[in-house]
Every structure is written in C-alpha cells, then in structure tokens.
C-alpha cells in the first residue's frame, strides 16, 4: 500500500465551493483500480489550507494508472484551477 499526500492551498473565499467540487471529484478517484481510500482533511489554523490522504495498491496505481488517465482530466478540471500554489504530491510508504 502507498500513500499519496498532498497540502493543498484553496484560494481564499473559494473553499465552500471547492469542498462541493471535490465531492463530486471524489467519485472519479474512487472508481481507478488500485484505489484503496481516501479523506480530505481541512486545516483548523489556516484558511484554505486542505490535507489530502489517498491510499493507492501501488505507486503505479496513482502516476500512471491515475494520472495517465481519461478520468485523471476530468479530476484536473474540476479541481486544479483552485489551488494557488499548485501543490507537490509526495508518497509515503509504511516502515
């Protein structure tokens, strides 16, 4: 199992939107195959400031399966226009 971990940044004033975008997101990320899980976490001290958690069978599963994909374009336009940086995506491993 991989896990995918991203710091996402919402533009201000748009995270009420963004959160109804990102459920409807949802169900494109959780019809790929090697999709385990994921959550959405929203930061308590800084506004706009999103964790997300997504747990993968393999890295592959997430960098080519995902992000190869006709459905990863679909994720792109619903989501990316509202993070101000773009965020850099990290994978993490159990010890």
């Keep these: 199992m991989i896990l995918e971990a ?4 919402v533009k201000l004033g748009m995270e009420e939107e963004y ?3 990102f459920l409807n997101a949802s169900k494109i990320i959780s019809s790929m195959k090697g999709y ?3 959550e959405l976490q ?3 001290e800084v506004r706009g400031k999103y964790l997300l958690l997504v747990k993968w069978e393999s890295l592959e599963d997430h960098t080519v399966g995902f992000r190869q994909s006709i459905e990863y374009l679909a994720w792109k336009e619903q989501l990316h226009h509202f993070y101000d940086p773009f965020p850099i995506v990290e994978h993490f491993e159990s010890v």
Aim: charged share 25%; with cysteine.
């Design 6 to 9: 991203v710091m996402l940044q």
């Design 19 to 21: 959160e109804e975008a």
């Design 36 to 38: 385990i899980s994921h």
């Design 42 to 44: 929203r930061c308590i």
